[in-house]
């Protein structure tokens, strides 16, 4: 079955510091890719997403990720943490082995940024 | 445009109540989707819908769940008794039969007591 792994619940930053949220999927065939951002007490946005092309992609506030087929990952990034950026992030995949229409999630990460 | 719409954002019932949690879809989609977020499983897709028809509720944990989506701009999830192991957000989602990104709503936050 079509899986997707997120390494650490937990990710801890200070404010300004690099943001590395990782995510790896398991797949024959390369799914389409998601990441999700969700604050308290709130619903899932799309922060960007990976289909076909250029397999660095930009999302909103400063994310991006980068599709690497020979590692089936698919890391979250940004430059610089901000304090609002403290929230749970889900990685997801559609398509691939499950089919298209299916979107498996992560257990997800939650990222907290300190003063 | 509207998002997903779902009503009611916050529901309180006790066990044994009927519970109806309500959607409607993004105009123009053509798939629904119904997840549940809890600690313990995360989120997990209960069932989802291509032109109102339920094509896999493989998701749905037992007969005391049900959906159904009379039309392209509404569905439902009915929990029927509750129990407190219910208790979970539940979001609605859609997105077109061509399209690839899947919207959600703001969910409806679920406690039985």
């Known amino acids: 079955a079509q899986s997707v792994t997120q390494l650490g619940s937990h990710v801890s930053v200070s404010e300004g510091a690099l943001v590395l949220l990782r995510c790896n999927y398991s797949s024959s065939v390369p799914p389409y890719l998601f990441w999700y951002v969700q604050y308290p007490n709130q619903g899932l946005q799309l922060l960007l997403k990976y289909t076909t092309g250029a397999t660095l992609v930009k999302g909103i506030n400063g994310f991006e990720a980068e599709f690497k087929k020979s590692e089936t990952s698919f890391h979250l990034t940004k430059p610089s943490a901000h304090m609002s950026d403290a929230a749970e992030y889900f990685c997801?995949?559609?398509?691939?082995?499950?089919?298209?229409?299916?979107?498996?999630f992560g257990t997800g990460t939650r990222l907290l940024v300190s003063p | 445009d509207a998002g997903v719409i779902q009503s009611p954002r916050h529901e309180v019932t006790e066990m044994g109540q009927e519970v109806t949690l309500r959607c409607k879809p993004i105009?123009?989609?053509?798939?629904l989707f119904w997840y549940r977020q809890t600690m313990m499983r995360g989120l997990e897709l209960l069932i989802y819908?291509?032109?109102?028809?339920?094509?896999?509720d493989s998701g749905m944990p037992e007969d005391r769940f049900s959906a159904k989506m009379p039309n392209a701009s509404f569905s439902t999830l009915k929990i029927q008794p509750s129990e407190p192991r219910d208790s979970a957000v539940y979001f609605c989602?859609?997105?077109?039969?061509?399209?690839?990104?899947?919207?959600f709503g703001e969910g409806s936050w679920l406690t039985v007591v």
């Open positions: 105009s123009g989609h053509d798939y």
């Open positions: 989602a859609s997105s077109q039969i061509s399209g690839n990104t899947i919207y």
């Open positions: 819908f291509n032109n109102n028809v339920p094509i896999d």
């Open positions: 997801a995949v559609r398509g691939g082995n499950t089919g298209f229409q299916k979107l498996v």
